[in-house]
């Protein structure tokens, strides 16, 4: 919940990525979020953040595997160059038959279908991926 401190109006948002990348903010809103909290105008505006609920992790069954690597070094070159463009790209080792694999990942998806729609951008960005469920 955000609340604008100067008019005390307050919306539910979602929390989906993590900026703001100005020293000095907490949140950026987006434009229906800012028009409900009366902001618009002003463009910034002083506000509370309070955590209404948070989503549980093991309750997101899907992700997408943009790559898989015996070495960790080129796992972390495909990370540092997803999280210029795209949120939440981690790093999974497994290990499969005796050799490790650093397997790079993207998003968490509650269905198969908004995977594959976040596929398909990666996919016209020229990415090889495919939609797995989480381990």
Known sequence: MVTNLDNRRAVEVKINDRGPFV??????????????????DCGIAMVRVEVTKRVKYYDIPYTLQVGSFREESNAL???????????????????????????????????????????????EDKYTVFVTRRD
Not at 24 to 38: H, K, N, P, V, Y
């Open 77 to 123: 070159d495909l990370k540092k160059k997803l999280d210029k463009i795209y949120k939440d790209a981690y790093i999974v080792a497994t290990i499969i038959s005796n050799t490790k694999y650093y397997r790079v990942r993207l998003g968490y998806f509650k269905s198969e279908e908004s995977a594959q729609k976040e596929a398909q951008r990666l996919i």
């Open 23 to 40: 020293e000095g903010r907490i949140i950026d809103l987006s434009f229906a979020a800012a028009r409900a909290l009366d902001m618009v």
